[in-house]
C-alpha cells in the first residue's frame, strides 16, 4: 500500500489567498483525520470523518477553514482566506475503526 | 481536563547508553495509549499501542510499558537511528477516535 497520501508538499501563498490541501487515505480505512503543527502548539486535530460524514469540528480555528470528503478516498482542507499565522505542517491520517492512526508526508504551508 | 505530559522535552545519549521516556496522563477514561516516532520533515510513524495497564510490547531497541498513570518508552542500546522525537497520545473513552497529543521527547544519540 502507499500509505497516505497529500498534496502540495509545499505551498506558499500570499495573505488573502485560497489555499487547498489534499489528501488520500489509506485504501479501506474508514477514519480521515486533519491535523495541524506548529513549534508552539504541536500537534492539533482540526476535524475528522468518520465514512466520510464529520465527526467532530470542534478544532477548527475559525470558519476561514473548511473541510470536505466527498468520497472515501479523497479529502480536502480549504482555508479562505489565509492568514500568516495558518503558516504551520498540515498533516492527515487515516485508520481503520478507531485504532492506530498512519499518518501522510504533510503539506508544509507558508503564507506571507 | 484530560492532559497528556511528556519528560525530559528533550534527551541527548551517546550510543549504547539505555534510558527512558516518560508519558503521564489524567484523562477521564483510558481507551488507549499510542506511542509514534517523527523524524524531521515527516509525519509521525505508528510504533505501539498499549491498552491495559502492565501490558507491555517490543520492537527493536524499543519497549513500551503502561501503568494506571503513566507509560514509559524504553530505549537499550540505542543507535544514531534512533534519533527522533517521540510522541504519545492518548485515546479517551468519549473522544469518538480523537487522540490527544503530548509535546513529545527529542531523542540525539550520538555515536
Known amino acids: 500500500d502507499a500509505g497516505v497520501i497529500q498534496s502540495p508538499r509545499h505551498e506558499v501563498t500570499e495573505m488573502g489567498q485560497e489555499v487547498t490541501l489534499r489528501c488520500k487515505p489509506i485504501s479501506g480505512h474508514d477514519y480521515l483525520f486533519w491535523y495541524r503543527q506548529t513549534m508552539m502548539r504541536g500537534l492539533e486535530l482540526l476535524i475528522y470523518?468518520?465514512?466520510?460524514?464529520?465527526?467532530?469540528d470542534s478544532g477548527m480555528p475559525e470558519d476561514r477553514f473548511s473541510a470536505k470528503m466527498p468520497n472515501a478516498s479523497f479529502s480536502t482542507l480549504k482555508i479562505q482566506p489565509s492568514e500568516p499565522r495558518d503558516s504551520a505542517v498540515y498533516f492527515c491520517?487515516?485508520?481503520?475503526?478507531?485504532?492506530?492512526?498512519?499518518f501522510g508526508p504533510g503539506t508544509r504551508l507558508t503564507v506571507t | 481536563e484530560d492532559q497528556v505530559t511528556q519528560s525530559p522535552e528533550a534527551l541527548r545519549l551517546q550510543e549504547g547508553e539505555s534510558s527512558s521516556l516518560n508519558c503521564s496522563y489524567t484523562v477521564s477514561g483510558l481507551r488507549g495509549l499510542f506511542w509514534y516516532r517523527q523524524d524531521p520533515g515527516k509525519g509521525p510513524e505508528f510504533l505501539f499501542t498499549l491498552y491495559s495497564a502492565g501490558e507491555e510490547k517490543e520492537k527493536e531497541r524499543l519497549k513500551a510499558t503502561l501503568t494506571k498513570k503513566e507509560s514509559f518508552l524504553h530505549i537499550t542500546a540505542p543507535k544514531p537511528e534512533d534519533s527522533a522525537t517521540y510522541l504519545c497520545?492518548?485515546?479517551?473513552?468519549?473522544?469518538?477516535?480523537?487522540?490527544?497529543f503530548g509535546a513529545g521527547t527529542q531523542v540525539v544519540v550520538t555515536p
Open positions: 497520545a492518548v485515546l479517551i473513552t468519549d473522544s469518538w477516535g480523537k487522540l490527544q
Open positions: 491520517a487515516s485508520s481503520l475503526r478507531r485504532y492506530e492512526q498512519y
Open positions: 470523518f468518520n465514512n466520510n460524514v464529520p465527526i467532530d
